[in-house]
């Protein structure tokens, strides 16, 4: 009975390591990368999996060799018991370290790009965060924002293509996450802090915008969309935005008395 529990267990890694060589060819891996950073935070993803992926199958492939090994029904041997080994251990607390080590320093030109390197440049538009939508106001003629002729939108972001921009990303009431699955942006919305986010998209199209953060009862339905457009597209949604922004405000000016 143990070498079927043996065998068993073996297919822990034979299973594990055979999905993940079959989800990239089956759609069922990383969204489609549209962004000038995402190659390099995909290189990262896929360098740490490769090797935790080697310790993983190292270390199955072990247990599974101590349960067939050792199995009670079969090995008349006795108990051997051991207090450790101070050298052992030393080893396998500075191996780690090391590794982890070499991971933070491997990974701090893409933090940089991403995090810290920010455009000298101004905000594109202003995301808030909230119970359970996405608040979007863009700068009106004057190119600045916080103005009288800011534009307004909800739960649909619409950017250039094949140009910077630069989000100023804040949350109204609770924490949220600001998830761009294909721009490979993820950012978290902290309550009373105005976080910069940048990034240039490199396809046009219709994207997800979602929060990756538990944030409330309707956490699952806070999701929008990002549009990625040529720059005379973004133009006209502008100008059109504006129209209809300035046919409310009318409209709500005649009507008071």
């Given at each position: 009975?143990?070498?079927?529990?043996?065998?068993?267990?073996?297919?822990?890694?034979?299973?594990?390591?055979?999905?993940?060589?079959?989800?990239?060819?089956?759609?069922?891996?990383?969204?489609?990368?549209?962004?000038?950073?995402?190659?390099?935070?995909?290189?990262?993803?896929?360098?740490?999996?490769?090797?935790?992926?080697?310790?993983?199958?190292?270390?199955?492939?072990?247990?599974f060799w101590?349960?067939?090994?050792?199995?009670?029904?079969?090995?008349?041997?006795?108990?051997k018991?051991?207090?450790?080994?101070h050298?052992?251990?030393?080893?396998?607390?500075?191996?780690?370290?090391?590794?982890?080590l070499?991971?933070?320093?491997?990974?701090?030109?893409?933090?940089?790009?991403?995090?810290?390197?920010?455009?000298?440049?101004?905000?594109?538009?202003?995301?808030?965060a909230?119970?359970?939508?996405?608040r979007?106001?863009?700068?009106?003629?004057?190119?600045?924002?916080?103005?009288?002729?800011?534009?307004?939108?909800?739960?649909?972001?619409?950017?250039?293509?094949?140009?910077?921009?630069?989000?100023?990303?804040?949350?109204?009431?609770?924490?949220?996450?600001?998830?761009?699955?294909?721009?490979?942006?993820?950012?978290?919305?902290?309550?009373?802090?105005?976080?910069?986010?940048?990034?240039?998209?490199?396809?046009?199209?219709?994207?997800?915008?979602?929060?990756?953060?538990?944030?409330?009862?309707?956490?699952?339905?806070?999701k929008?969309?990002?549009?990625?457009?040529?720059?005379?597209?973004?133009?006209?949604?502008?100008?059109?935005?504006?129209?209809?922004?300035?046919?409310?405000?009318?409209?709500?000016?005649?009507?008071?008395?």
């Amino acid at each position: 009975m143990g070498k079927f529990w043996s065998l068993l267990f073996f297919l822990v890694p034979v299973l594990g390591v055979g999905l993940f060589l079959w989800a990239p060819f089956n759609n069922h891996w990383l969204p489609r990368d549209v962004s000038s950073h995402g190659r390099q935070i995909d290189h990262l993803f896929n360098f740490i999996l490769g090797l935790t992926g080697v310790v993983f199958i190292v270390t199955e492939l072990l247990l599974f060799w101590f349960l067939w090994r050792y199995d009670a029904a079969t090995n008349t041997s006795p108990v051997k018991f051991t207090h450790g080994s101070h050298n052992l251990e030393i080893v396998w607390t500075i191996l780690p370290a090391a590794t982890l080590l070499f991971i933070a320093i491997y990974q701090m030109n893409a933090w940089a790009e991403v995090k810290l390197q920010k455009p000298d440049m101004p905000y594109t538009v202003e995301v808030t965060a909230r119970q359970f939508e996405w608040r979007l106001r863009y700068p009106g003629r004057d190119g600045a924002i916080g103005t009288q002729d800011d534009l307004f939108h909800v739960n649909e972001l619409h950017v250039p293509v094949d140009e910077m921009v630069m989000v100023k990303l804040e949350s109204q009431d609770v924490l949220h996450d600001f998830f761009l699955p294909h721009l490979r942006i993820k950012q978290d919305a902290v309550p009373g802090s105005t976080i910069p986010v940048w990034f240039k998209a490199t396809e046009q199209g219709e994207f997800d915008l979602v929060c990756a953060e538990l944030c409330g009862w309707g956490h699952y339905k806070m999701k929008g969309r990002l549009i990625i457009e040529t720059r005379d597209e973004y133009e006209r949604w502008l100008a059109e935005l504006e129209k209809k922004q300035t046919a409310v405000s009318d409209t709500a000016s005649t009507a008071t008395p």
